[in-house]
Nanobody, 117 residues
Framework: QVQLVESGGGLVRPGGTLRLSCVASGSIWDMDSMYWYRQAPGQQCAFVAGVHGRTRSNQLSHDSVKGRVTASWDPAKGTGYLLMTDLNPADTAVYFC?????????WGQGTQVTVSS
């Protein structure tokens, strides 16, 4: 089992920057990818960005955030990050991290990000 705890969310003004963290504990040695999703009010959960593979070289991001977000993770620390810049109100959502091994998928409890002036 892997437990994930997100942090770093909060209220930020349009144009601002946030870095979310996802700390993993438990059987983290089997993890090989970490992804970030978000769920805005009244909408389905949607993929944001992630890092796939043990080489951590394959970074992915949704078109809506491309160029504004960077996903990373440090397996040695069991911690993933989502750096978001130039935030706008459409980025307001609960953000979840998702860690995967070849056989399992684990989710954190989410952290709220609110972009408002």
């Amino acid at each position: 089992q892997v437990q994930l705890v997100e942090s770093g969310g909060g209220l930020v003004r349009p144009g601002g920057t946030l870095r979310l963290s996802c700390v993993a504990s438990g059987s983290i040695w089997d993890m090989d990818s970490m992804y970030w999703y978000r769920q805005a009010p009244g909408q389905q959960c949607a993929f944001v960005a992630g890092v796939h593979g043990r080489t951590r070289s394959n970074q992915l991001s949704h078109d809506s955030v491309k160029g504004r977000v960077t996903a990373s993770w440090d397996p040695a620390k069991g911690t993933g990050y989502l750096l978001m810049t130039d935030l706008n109100p459409a980025d307001t959502a609960v953000y979840f991290c998702n860690a995967r091994s070849t056989t399992d998928s684990f989710w954190g409890q989410g952290t709220q990000v609110t972009v408002s002036s």
